[in-house]
Each structure stands twice: as structure tokens, then as C-alpha cells.
């Protein structure tokens, strides 16, 4: 390389004539925030299943369980798409990287934590843990008030 290609009016003639002066960003950038987003929606699972189990030592994130539970029960029964995914897609493609073919429960989780032929089974367990996690959160509280009068 020349020392010209390094010279500023170089540059500026660049700027001038209108090309882009934003620096190109490296593609193993954008897959490592694509593995970034992958792994917050992994943390939104587990706190999903977990969550009302946290709430037990720490009663005020029940709310933040809640509404969690809540967009979970949106996301599958309504089938909307989950913004996770978008966010991971767009990251998967400005990186050189395909688009996941399907959404990231089907993509990641179905198949690897339990068998793909047991949606439904796999969706009750989970279902039946929350529950649980929040019967003894209620259960706890009750105790906890009942003890205090």
C-alpha cells in the first residue's frame, strides 16, 4: 500500500464525492450479537420455567414472572413472532449467515431438551412447573402473613 491511500485528502475527497464514511462493520460481529441474542432468549426460557421459583426468596419479581408467563403464553398460543427472533435473524443475515428456518423453540430447543414429537407434553411440563412455582409463592406468602399477625 501506498502512503497516498492513507493520505486525508483521500479521505475527504471520499466524504465529498458521497461515499459512505461509516466504517464497515466485521460479520463476526453481528454473529456474535446473533449468539448474544440466542443466549438472552436461552436466559428468558429458563427464567420462564424458573422464575416463580425466584420469586420465593425474592417475592416483588413475581410481577416481572408474570408478565413473562404471560408473553410466553402469547407468543405459542397465538403464534405471534417472537421479537428475539427477528432481532437474532437480521443479526444472522448482516453477519453472512442463513436465517433461522424456523422459530427459535423449534430451531434450538425442540428435538435437543425434549423429543420432537412431544410439543404438547413438553408445553403441559412447563405449564405444570409454573403453576407450581406459583401455588407455592401463594403458599409462602399466606404462611408468611399468618406468622406476622
Known amino acids: 500500500m501506498s502512503l497516498e491511500f492513507w493520505s486525508n485528502s483521500d479521505r475527504r475527497s471520499k466524504i465529498?464525492?458521497?461515499a459512505s464514511a461509516r466504517p464497515?462493520?466485521?460479520p463476526v460481529g453481528y454473529r456474535l450479537l446473533a449468539d448474544?441474542?440466542?443466549?438472552v432468549h436461552y436466559a428468558y426460557l429458563a427464567y420462564l420455567v424458573g422464575g416463580g421459583f425466584v420469586a420465593w426468596r425474592w417475592p416483588r419479581t413475581i410481577a416481572v414472572h408474570g408478565l413473562a408467563a404471560a408473553w410466553g403464553v402469547v407468543?405459542?398460543?397465538a403464534g405471534w413472532p417472537c421479537p428475539l427472533t427477528a432481532a437474532q435473524n437480521a443479526l444472522r443475515e448482516r453477519g453472512g449467515e442463513p436465517r433461522l428456518s424456523d422459530t427459535f423453540i423449534n430451531s434450538y430447543i425442540r428435538g435437543t431438551f425434549y423429543p420432537a414429537a412431544h410439543d404438547a407434553e413438553a408445553r403441559g411440563v412447563v405449564a405444570?412447573?409454573?403453576v407450581a412455582s406459583w401455588v407455592g409463592y401463594a403458599l409462602r406468602r399466606r404462611r408468611r402473613r399468618v406468622s406476622r399477625a
Do not use: E, H, K
Open 24 to 26: 464497515r462493520v466485521d
Open 128 to 130: 405444570a412447573v409454573v
Open 75 to 77: 407468543v405459542v398460543a
Open 36 to 39: 448474544g441474542v440466542a443466549g
Open 16 to 18: 465529498i464525492s458521497g
